[in-house]
């Protein structure tokens, strides 16, 4: 469903990708792990069209895919929670849901039912009951990762990328938003799931990509994963440091 063929991107000096390439299937949640500045979030951006890669190819259903604006990732079933919370800080929460959905100069849905899709789309990723008429710039950083996922879901995207997304949630909304990435999978969409975090990366992913300062390590279908082979993966140094120990 889509893939990645030597995809490079360097910051000056720092290569922060280097010669990726990886095949994602749909219905899978599939993960990327890897120690910070591994270059996760640097594939999230090229693979959501804020960043160009310098070298290498996209492919979607095996159309090359590079070059694109964010606007054709997003006309083709991508939809991208970032690291970094992208909040609109004096909007209200039903206003932050349907961001980038209404058009530029025109409502999209009737204003009568934007209500009610704000309230449905984040009723499937919380626990936690959330005034829809606040400035979301007023929630707490966990409420607001949850209204950056309901914006990601209403667009009922077939590749749902989540960068480290579940980080500051609460255990009971955590677990929700569990619940829907493997419903998502189920029905057929590709999750692409960054986390350093072992416990999550056991529990939700049917394979796994190891990257380590850029590279691609190996991508492991999760019967072949255990949290050592990950480990070592990551960062062999560490590992090398306890035998010693
Ligand atoms: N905009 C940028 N300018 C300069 N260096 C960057 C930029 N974005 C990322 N990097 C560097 O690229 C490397 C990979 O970063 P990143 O993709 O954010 O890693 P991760 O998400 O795995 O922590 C790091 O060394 C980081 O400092
Ligand atoms: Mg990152």
Same mark, same amino acid.
């Given at each position: 469903?889509?893939?990645?063929?030597?995809?490079?991107?360097?910051?000056?000096?720092?290569?922060?990708?280097?010669?990726?390439?990886?095949?994602?299937?749909?219905?899978?949640?599939?993960?990327?792990?890897?120690?910070?500045?591994?270059?996760?979030?640097?594939?999230?951006?090229?693979?959501?069209?804020?960043?160009?890669?310098?070298?290498?190819?996209?492919?979607?259903?095996?159309?090359?895919?590079?070059?694109?604006?964010?606007?054709?990732?997003?006309?083709?079933?991508?939809?991208?929670?970032?690291?970094?919370?992208?909040? %609109?800080?004096?909007?209200?929460?039903?206003?932050?849901?349907?961001?980038?959905?209404?058009?530029?100069?025109?409502?999209?849905?009737?204003?009568?039912?934007?209500?009610?899709? %704000?309230?449905?789309?984040?009723?499937?990723?919380?626990?936690?009951?959330?005034?829809?008429?606040?400035?979301?710039?007023?929630?707490?950083?966990?409420?607001?990762?949850?209204?950056?996922?309901?914006?990601?879901?209403?667009?009922?995207?077939?590749?749902?990328?989540?960068?480290?997304?579940?980080?500051?949630?609460?255990?009971?909304?955590?677990?929700?938003?569990?619940?829907?990435?493997?419903?998502? %999978?189920?029905?057929?969409?590709?999750?692409?799931?960054?986390?350093?975090?072992?416990?999550?990366?056991?529990?939700?992913?049917?394979?796994?990509?190891?990257?380590?300062?850029?590279?691609?390590?190996?991508?492991?279908?999760?019967?072949?994963?255990?949290?050592?082979?990950?480990?070592?993966?990551? %960062?062999?140094?560490?590992?090398?440091?306890?035998?010693?120990?």
């Amino acid at each position: 469903m889509l893939e990645i063929a030597n995809l490079s991107k360097r910051y000056g000096e720092t290569v922060a990708l280097d010669d990726a390439s990886i095949a994602f299937s749909a219905g899978t949640v599939h993960t990327i792990m890897g120690e910070n500045g591994s270059g996760k979030s640097t594939l999230v951006k090229l693979l959501s069209g804020v960043v160009a890669p310098d070298r290498g190819e996209i492919r979607v259903d095996a159309v090359p895919f590079v070059g694109r604006t964010p606007a054709a990732f997003q006309a083709h079933g991508f939809a991208t929670v970032f690291q970094e919370v992208l909040i %609109a800080p004096d909007r209200n929460v039903i206003d932050n849901i349907l961001l980038g959905y209404d058009g530029p100069f025109r409502r999209r849905m009737p204003r009568d039912r934007r209500r009610q899709a %704000a309230a449905d789309t984040l009723a499937h990723c919380a626990r936690t009951a959330i005034d829809l008429d606040i400035n979301a710039g007023w929630l707490p950083l966990a409420t607001q990762q949850l209204v950056v996922l309901a914006r990601a879901l209403l667009r009922r995207p077939r590749i749902l990328i989540l960068d480290e997304a579940t980080a500051a949630l609460d255990f009971n909304d955590r677990e929700i938003v569990f619940e829907l990435i493997e419903g998502l %999978a189920r029905e057929g969409s590709l999750v692409l799931f960054v986390s350093h975090r072992m416990d999550e990366v056991l529990r939700l992913s049917h394979r796994i990509t190891v990257l380590r300062s850029g590279r691609v390590v190996e991508t492991l279908d999760r019967a072949d994963a255990s949290a050592e082979r990950l480990l070592a993966s990551m %960062a062999p140094e560490i590992v090398e440091e306890r035998r010693h120990a």
